[in-house]
């Protein structure tokens, strides 16, 4: 595996979810579904490159799901009460 496509992933799984707090936070829509958007992109990149190499070290395998876990009720979570968010992202004139 070349060490700079894992060096970009692992951070991305990592950090990624991460932007979606301030996003949230400060209520900006358009940042929540980018956020949103890109947590989803890189966590199936980063399993679908990782994915043979994590069922071979039980360990690592263990935090990356449960990292996975606490990402997907995250992300369910803003999702149901995302409810709010119009379809349009501007505001009727």
Do not use: N, Q
Request: hydrophobic content about 60%; overall charge positive; glycine content about 4%.
């Amino acid at each position: 595996m070349d060490t700079v496509t894992l060096a970009t992933i692992i951070p991305l799984f990592i950090i990624g979810p991460l932007a979606i707090a301030p996003a949230f936070a400060w209520k900006s829509r358009i940042g929540t579904i980018i956020s949103m958007t890109l947590t989803a992109a890189s966590h199936i990149i980063f399993w679908l490159i990782m994915g043979s190499i994590l069922m071979r070290e039980l360990g690592i395998f263990t935090y990356a799901a449960a990292w996975e876990i606490v990402t997907l009720v995250t992300i369910s979570c803003i999702a149901v009460d995302a409810r709010e968010i119009p379809w349009r992202l501007r505001k009727p004139k």
